[in-house]
């Protein structure tokens, strides 16, 4: 079974970068490597001044910029993580990463760009956006820094990951199209893979060259099942309707193409995409795909599960046994958050724990994107986290028990 993979939130905005401020010090015993580049509960009234679905702002950045690859030269395995989150990676779009089971530790060099790290290697991209635009990938091993493979490329702001040795790459680059000549619309750059060992040459899965019909447009983080078998690429502009490319890793090619669906998460047979609520509701429901065939199997929610109620996810994550949800239900100036697994064929809810929404409660509690397994969820004290999230705010990470709905609280952190 493939390792879970930290993917970052999926934004409407496919282009848009994730820079991000450095956070202050670096690991102990770091060395510089040498190295080239739905049952109702009691609910709790909403704080008047509370912004809750806003997380809190990034730290300001206190480190010196880094000139050189530093690794931390005594990884050792971290107290408190759970099996299934051991061989997890996170990664800062700004050049740190590591992994949740260990302090292995890599910082990389000002300009690199972390676009994904697994299986004990770390991907980053040197962007260049003038003249022969593109960018360099440059692949290491993340205990080590050593310099494992590079991957020129003329895709801009790439997303990646890593599955069973095989890396997947994909991104927009601006062309000149037809709809626009004379401002250059962004031109899908299609999906690339090599196998990271030996020397075989990249090749494409989706050839690129596709005009998006719009300047903003290209390729958004991939998701991939739990058992790594099928990836998801979203491909769109603008001013054109979305798609997303299903990837059958085993042979390493395109298994089928759904048209006007926008995938946040899937299993091996069912996608759970965006799905377009009614004018008066917040945004944030889903419907269930069959990856096959391109049926709508069910949504949440549906206008007679609102019952009076505002209803929206704000976090979906596939699992082996169906999709962990996190979604809140307001109503006259109240509201309660649910946690459930939906079961993929029908959307019938397994609810796992209710709590009244109030962040400034010690006890709120928030699944992180990234961090489940089929037992356990890491939970948050913050809103909408991702272990990007722990990592630079050193918080302390709770641990979701999905079988009995127990909490064990400040399990473990991802400090140096």
């Known amino acids: 079974m493939a390792s879970r993979l930290l993917r970052v939130a999926l934004v409407a905005s496919v282009v848009s970068a994730c820079a991000g401020p450095v956070p202050s010090g670096s690991p102990d015993a770091s060395v510089p490597v040498d190295v080239s580049p739905e049952t109702s509960l ?4 909403l704080p008047g001044s509370t912004a809750i679905n806003t997380p809190d702002p ?40 590591g992994q949740v089971g260990t302090t292995a ?44 493979r590079e991957i020129e490329t003329q895709l801009l702001l790439p997303a990646a990951v890593i599955v069973d040795g095989r890396l997947y790459w994909a991104a927009g680059l601006r062309g000149v199209g037809p709809s626009e000549p004379d401002v250059g619309n962004a031109v899908d750059g299609g999906v690339w893979t090599v196998q990271l060992e030996g020397d075989e040459p990249p090749k494409a899965i989706v ?4 005009d998006l019909g719009s300047v ?22 603008s001013h054109r309707a979305f798609a997303t490319d299903i990837i059958d890793t085993a042979s390493a090619t395109r298994r089928t193409r759904l048209s006007d669906e926008i995938v946040r998460e899937l299993d091996d047979n069912i996608a759970i995409a965006w799905d377009e609520p009614p004018t008066d509701a917040p945004r944030g429901w889903v419907r269930a795909v069959e990856i096959d065939s391109g049926e709508r199997l069910w949504r949440f929610p549906t206008l007679d599960q609102r019952d009076g109620f505002r209803i929206s996810v704000n976090s979906i994550q596939a699992i082996e046994s169906g999709f962990l949800g996190q979604f809140r239900r307001e109503q006259d100036n109240k509201a309660e958050t649910t946690i459930a697994i939906f079961d993929p064929r029908d959307g019938t809810r397994r609810q796992i724990l209710v709590q009244g929404l109030d962040p400034a409660n ?24 991702t272990i990007e999230d722990l990592f630079l705010e050193d918080a302390a990470v709770s641990i979701l028990d999905l079988d009995s709905g127990l909490i064990q609280p400040a399990a473990f952190s991802l400090a140096p």
């Open 42 to 45: 009691s609910m709790q009234p």
């Open 207 to 210: 050839e690129p060259g596709t």
């Open 216 to 237: 903003l447009g290209g390729r958004a983080p991939f998701s991939v099942s739990p058992t790594g078998l099928t990836i998801a690429s979203n491909v769109g502009g």
């Open 58 to 97: 990034t730290p300001e950045p206190t480190q010196a910029t880094r000139t050189e690859v530093e690794v931390n030269g005594n990884v050792i395995d971290r107290p408190g993580v759970p099996d299934d989150f051991h061989d997890t990676y996170w990664w800062t779009s700004f050049g740190q990463a």
């Open 105 to 148: 530790w890599i910082g990389l060099p000002d300009g690199e760009r972390i676009i994904t790290a697994g299986s004990g290697l770390v991907v980053s991209a040197v962007i260049e956006f003038e003249g022969d635009m593109g960018a360099l990938l440059l692949i290491r091993d993340i205990r080590t820094g050593a310099l494992v």
């Open 362 to 385: 010690p006890e709120y509690v928030s699944v992180v994107f990234g961090l489940v397994s089929d037992r356990y969820a890491a939970l948050s004290n913050e809103p909408h986290s």
